[in-house]
């Protein structure tokens, strides 16, 4: 076979990374004006949003600078929180310059890339910029999977926590790997209080309660998962005090189609939520079944307490 015809039947994948934006590393000193600094997240903006990607498990650090870690990864938070309200209002290339009165807080210079989207791109930059994140297995890196997608449930429920507590940002979508081996799973919300995940049951339709009830079910048995390990935050506290729990109401997204082959019937729903507290009784899993996303919302608002650094912080903004 000629190389011509060789080249012609090689079958070249379309190409996913082709979104463009410029992300920046924001580092912190750790003692200032030693020079000694870490990187704790990077910054990614296009043309139109702005997105950040903070370094989790600063809790490795004890073993260099002990019970300090957790003053360092509570400092990082609200570095990271405060450097992305200034990029939302001031874009990237102004971040520098509106951060020389934080001692300590220094930002580098702009990079471009391209990503599957922005969030990826934030994601290949922490790689980059990170020693943490970089030792990391690859696969093992979160928010690179094609079919890990955040639902329009864990959205909404995000949306409308984080208008109330914008702190808790982070604590949706995270990812938890049960052992060095096992490939991380992907959870709603992961808090010191309350650990949820996210299923979506009802609807107008028959045809889709089958996959819904399987969907909740996988969720399930992710949490019951979760009874087997020792976890611990992102500030290297225990948490065994959190309650797992699954979290369900009715899709956000109808069918297009009105009058739907198989309507779902009050019946049906019924028994799904009692197929769903039977599966959840047998692993000991709070499940509720609530009306809508602002309901689960609520859940998690109630639950998770303010901590008391933010609460101090909040007191000196107001």
Request: charged fraction near 25%.
């Amino acid at each position: 076979m000629a190389l011509h015809d060789i080249i012609q039947d090689l079958r070249i994948p379309p190409r996913r990374s082709n979104h463009r934006g410029a992300w920046v590393p924001v580092y912190l000193d750790l003692l200032p004006g030693s020079g000694e600094r870490i990187c704790i997240g990077v910054i990614a903006a296009d043309t139109s949003s702005v997105t950040c990607m903070q370094v989790h498990g600063l809790d490795r650090l004890h073993t260099a600078y002990g019970p300090a870690v957790h003053a360092i990864a509570w400092s990082a938070t609200l570095a990271m929180l405060e450097a992305t309200a200034i990029a939302e209002r001031n874009g990237l290339h102004g971040l520098a310059d509106a951060l020389t009165g934080i001692e300590g807080l220094t930002v580098g210079s702009p990079r471009v890339g391209v990503g599957r989207d922005l969030k990826n791109l934030a994601t290949l930059g922490l790689r980059q910029s990170s020693t943490l994140v970089a030792c990391d297995h690859f696969e093992n890196a979160p928010d690179l999977r094609e079919s890990d997608r955040t639902s329009p449930l864990a959205k909404a429920v995000q949306k409308a926590v984080v208008a109330i507590r914008p702190e808790l940002r982070d604590n949706f979508r995270r990812h938890v790997s049960l052992s060095a081996q096992a490939r991380p799973t992907t959870y709603g919300f992961v808090g010191r209080r309350l650990i949820a995940n996210f299923a979506s049951l009802g609807g107008v339709s028959a045809d889709a309660l089958g996959p819904q009830i399987d969907k909740a079910k996988a969720r399930l048995w992710d949490l019951e998962q979760l009874q087997k390990v020792a976890l611990r935050d992102v500030f290297g506290q225990p948490l065994k005090n959190a309650k797992l729990e699954l979290l369900a109401c009715p899709p956000l997204t109808q069918p297009r189609q009105q009058d739907p082959k198989r309507p779902l019937s009050p019946s049906q729903l019924k028994e799904a939520v009692n197929t769903l507290e039977r599966e959840a009784d047998k692993f000991e899993i709070q499940w509720r079944y609530l009306k809508d996303p602002q309901a689960v919302a609520g859940i998690i608002l109630e639950r998770e307490p303010l901590s008391a650094g933010w609460s101090r912080c909040a007191a000196i903004n107001h």
